[in-house]
């Protein structure tokens, strides 16, 4: 009797454990500091370190978008940048964009226009509308929803996604006008 | 006047301001003090066993605490019953790290618990593990011949009923015939949330459990018999999640392993699993079905065939109803309905939206399509000429049924009239244009469920149901039924869900929680009203002293008499002048069965819907929707459109986008991640138009609310494969429909 196949799992350890050092991220306008090995990323670096868990993890591979933040002003993917290469630059993430007391128009505008259920993209789709605005390339409703197209919403809210950030972009565009 | 009614209007989410800010908390987001981190390990092969796994390396590396395998899990549970969730299907659950044998691939094999995150990701991925594995089955395709019937092991699996009238001799005898194969493959619920539990560990070894689910309770239950804890022990707390669409019905295994590495280490514990390992448990089956339609010479249905196989694990007998929908949408007196499962070495399927319904409409409207052809009818035409005005599986009238209100205002509102019937017959510039409808029909639901209602001196009421929130706006729709019920304002309610310390309701699925929560939180409200109401009138000078609680009202704030409004009481004087610091009750609600069982209780839906597709390229569009939906009362008309305008978006995704493909050489899932794993992005969807057809129905439940979760869904994708024929001329039948189909 032939044996049967065997299979195995598991990657050789090659090297030794990256050391802790400490790190300062300018996040919300505020200096954080933070020990951490240069192995975590700038989403769990939010989420696990500084317990900023408005940031979402969906994907972790720069699949989905729902860690959306903004760094100096530019949409990116948390999970997709390490934390310690975001040293001396601006960070904004969802907790400040605007507070329950004091939304931020975006915000308001995904409650007036019901732009989503489950709320577990939310925060990556504001800030990426936030980065879309900054950007100034779209102006037509095609256009958003093109580049919106990025962030991934499950529960399909796309058709109130794209209501809430069209209002506010057409906003902006009287202001600038 | 009243300024306190709230049921029916397009109200805001209450929870919205929490969800646009990053305030909502999910599961694997309660940085308790301590915190270490499990990384789960999966195996790579489908079927065969564990020889060796060597931890030592992995135990060696500075801040890992343990690795936790087959090996080393302490003894747990003896019976399968144990395992078993309260929607578990028959069969033998699949225990976690139970043994060396492997069932499927990417099964959970190990859980890595370091001090953070980064390590136990790394650690995981170097420790080695040796599997011996023996061959696998996983296609559908090669167990045709080998499909057995299932008990009826799992809760609201209802056997197909028996053949009625001559099918096989109607369906030879028909004037016009059709014999189908309709197929689609596995898909992924895959909520945006991954499944993350959150064990916190509290002084005397009590647990705190933060879970991804769509019931609490379930999850306590499962945790409590496996680890033998008491109700005290381990309380479950879910106040948001990331999506469910039914993945989080069951509980799933970063529970057991948060759990288990818990009490283990006596430390608090997180596990989150991967977007890869989302795919390593429940999904919608891959289904084969075949659909025969006969027709008389007037278009009325001859006879009705249908008969579904999908895929089972070796394990459990996952069952839906795929087919029995066939049976009582058309009226047919010639009927034969067939079941299968076969068994696979994959994982158990589990419920996915509109289960069942979901493939079983797909098959049978696609051949409505068809055989409307063949017959030369009209499909919205074919479908009227066998409308069903009684059920007839049960044999009993529906307690209400508006589909027809759906098709007629559904083909007003998208502009039936105007299509020519002839496929390829209308274009617009280069692109081919396509019209296509199709219906949809879904169970009216109560589960037993209850709720507390707390009213503070200050005014303030508070209601707690051990529900759940994904997404489906219950935090909203409970606020306007106790603020309505208790004439209170929207900001004087708090209503608190997912907690195991609440009263009990069911799962949050099946499109019933507004009905059986709703209920419940209408019961505790007047049952604190009938207290509120004797609290009155002992208040001096009441001048509700002979009242009866039939003569009151909860209005704006007050109490009042009916007849005689000026005769009132403010709410929060009662309580202040009662002495007490706040007056409660409860209920439970249940379904009235006597009121319901002379009746069948169904949502309804028609959607019509527009197609364009580049003839040379073969990308196709979906450039309208109409989704006309009779569901009873829409309790709140703007969290209701979002869930069907997310229904229609689900519907589009399954007919042209969503399949899990296996690689049947390694019995592995090879598209297990977001990129490969296709769902629309806001770029491929484009006009949906949401009606809701006014239905009143006092028989389903005391608020008219049929739930309209899943409903919404049906007959999209059966609509747009429709579209596709009639734009193209090209008949599929095997979802999704990809270009390659097209071309």
């Known amino acids: ?177 | 006047m009243s300024n306190t009614n709230y049921i029916g209007k397009a109200l805001s989410r209450v929870d919205g301001p929490a969800k646009v800010t990053g305030a909502a908390k999910y599961a694997a987001e309660f940085n308790v003090p301590g915190l270490v981190y499990g990384y789960v390990v999966s195996s790579p092969v489908a079927k065969g066993k564990i020889t060796k796994i060597d931890a030592a390396e992995v135990l060696a590396l500075p801040g890992v605490l343990q690795v936790f395998s087959h090996e080393n899990v302490p003894m747990l549970a003896l019976l399968d019953r144990s395992y078993k969730d309260d929607v578990a299907p028959g069969g033998s659950p699949f225990r976690p790290l139970h043994d060396a044998e492997i069932k499927f691939s990417q099964q959970p094999v190990a859980l890595v618990v370091a001090d953070t995150f980064e390590l136990a990701r790394y650690a995981a991925s170097v420790l080695k593990i040796e599997y011996e594995t023996v061959a696998h089955e996983t296609d559908l395709e090669t167990k045709r011949g080998e499909g057995f019937e299932p008990g009826t092991g799992k809760t609201g699996f209802v056997p197909p009923p028996p053949p009625r009238g001559n099918p096989d001799k109607e369906f030879e005898n028909a004037v016009h015939r059709i014999d189908q194969e309709y197929v689609h493959g596995t898909q992924h619920h895959n909520p945006m949330e991954m499944f993350g539990t959150t064990a916190e560990y509290l002084d005397g070894g009590k647990l705190n459990v933060y879970d991804k689910t769509q019931g609490a309770l379930n999850s306590q239950r499962y945790i409590r018999q496996i680890f033998g804890l008491s109700k005290d022990d381990a309380r479950v707390i879910s106040k948001y999640t990331g999506g469910g669409f039914g993945s989080g019905l069951r509980p799933q295994y970063q529970l057991f392993m948060a759990v288990l590495a818990a009490l283990e280490l006596k430390k608090s514990v997180r596990v989150s699993l991967t977007r890869q390992q989302m795919f390593s448990f429940g999904h919608r089956p891959h289904t084969l079905q075949t659909v025969k339609l006969g027709t008389n010479a007037d278009g009325s249905l001859a006879a009705l065939h249908h008969h579904a196989l999908h895929e089972t694990s070796r394990f459990e007998d996952y069952t839906e109803n795929v087919v029995n929908w066939s049976g009582m949408l058309y009226q047919c007196d010639n009927v034969k309905l067939g079941y299968q499962l076969a068994k696979l070495d994959v994982y158990t399927p589990q419920d996915m939206r509109a289960p069942g319904a979901a493939t079983g409409l797909f098959a049978l409207e696609v051949a409505m399509d068809e055989m409307a052809y063949a017959a030369g009818l009209d499909p919205l035409e074919f479908r009227l000429r066998n409308y069903a005005d009684r059920d007839q599986n049960l044999d009993k009238p529906f307690s209400s049924k508006k589909l027809r209100e759906c098709y007629h205002e559904g083909a007003a509102k998208f502009g039936w009239e105007e299509r020519n019937p002839a496929p390829r017959s209308m274009r617009q510039g280069n692109m081919l244009v396509g019209y296509g409808m199709a219906t949809g029909v879904w169970d009216a639901s109560q589960q037993k469920a209850g709720a507390k209602v707390s009213l503070s001196a200050d005014g303030k009421l508070t209601v707690q149901s051990a529900t759940n929130e994904i997404g489906t706006g219950t935090y909203t729709i409970m606020t306007q039924v106790a603020a309505e019920y208790l004439g209170l304002p929207l900001e004087a309610v708090d209503f608190q869900l997912g907690d195991t310390d609440f009263p009990a309701a069911p799962v949050q699925g099946g499109s019933w929680t507004a009905a059986s929560v709703g209920t419940a939180v209408k019961n505790a409200c007047e049952a604190l009203g009938e207290k509120l109401l004797k609290l009155a009138q002992q208040m001096e000078g009441s001048p509700l002293k002979d009242a009866k609680f039939e003569d009151v009202e909860f209005v704006n704030g007050q109490l009042r008499l009916r007849l005689d409004p000026g005769q009132a009481v403010v709410v929060r004087d009662i309580v202040q002048a009662s002495g007490e610091t706040k007056v409660e009750a409860d209920a439970t609600a249940m379904p009235n069965l006597i009121k319901q069982k002379q009746y069948s209780l169904h949502a309804h839906n028609a959607v019509f819907v527009e197609v364009q597709i580049d003839e040379e390229l073969g990308t196709l569009h979906v450039t309208r929707v109409v989704n006309a939906v009779a569901a009873g009362r829409i309790m709140n008309p703007k969290t209701a459109r979002s869930q069907v305008l997310g229904s229609v978006v689900w519907g589009l995704s399954m007919a042209l986008m969503e399949e899990t493909v296996m690689d049947h050489q390694f019995g592995r899932y090879v598209n297990h991640n977001y990129a490969e794993y296709h769902i629309p992005v806001c770029a491929d969807i484009h006009d949906i138009d949401v009606l809701f057809v006014e239905e009143e129905d006092d028989i389903v439940n005391p608020l008219g609310v049929k739930g309209i979760g899943e409903v919404g869904m049906l007959g999209v994708a059966a609509a747009i494969t429709n579209a596709v024929y009639h734009a193209t001329g090209k008949r599929i039948r095997e979802l999704p429909i990809m270009i390659d189909k097209l071309l």
């Not at chain 1, 979402?56 to 978008?65: E, S, T, V």
């Not at chain 1, 504001?126 to 919106?148: R, V």
Request: aromatic share 4%; charged share 20%.
């Open chain 1, 1 to 177: 009797m032939p044996e049967n196949p065997t299979h195995t799992s598991g990657a050789a350890i090659t090297a030794p454990l990256p050391p802790v050092s400490p790190v300062t991220l300018r996040i919300n306008g505020q200096e954080r500091q933070l020990h951490i090995a240069p192995w975590t990323t700038l989403l769990d670096a939010l989420r696990e370190y500084l317990d900023l868990t408005g940031t979402k993890k969906g994907c972790d591979h720069g699949q989905c978008g729902a860690c959306t933040v903004l760094v100096d002003g530019k949409r990116i993917n948390a999970c997709l940048t390490l934390a310690v290469m975001q040293e001396g630059r601006d960070i904004t993430t969802i907790e400040g964009m605007g507070t329950e007391e004091k939304l931020h128009p975006l915000q308001q505008a995904f409650i007036d226009h019901d732009a989503f259920q489950c709320g577990y993209c939310t925060p990556g789709q504001i800030c990426s509308a936030q980065g879309l605005i900054n950007e100034g390339k779209a102006k037509t409703a095609a256009e958003i929803k093109e580049l919106m197209s990025g962030n991934l919403c499950r529960c399909g809210a796309y058709t109130n996604i794209l209501a809430a950030v069209q209002e506010v972009v057409e906003m902006e565009l009287k202001i600038k006008n």
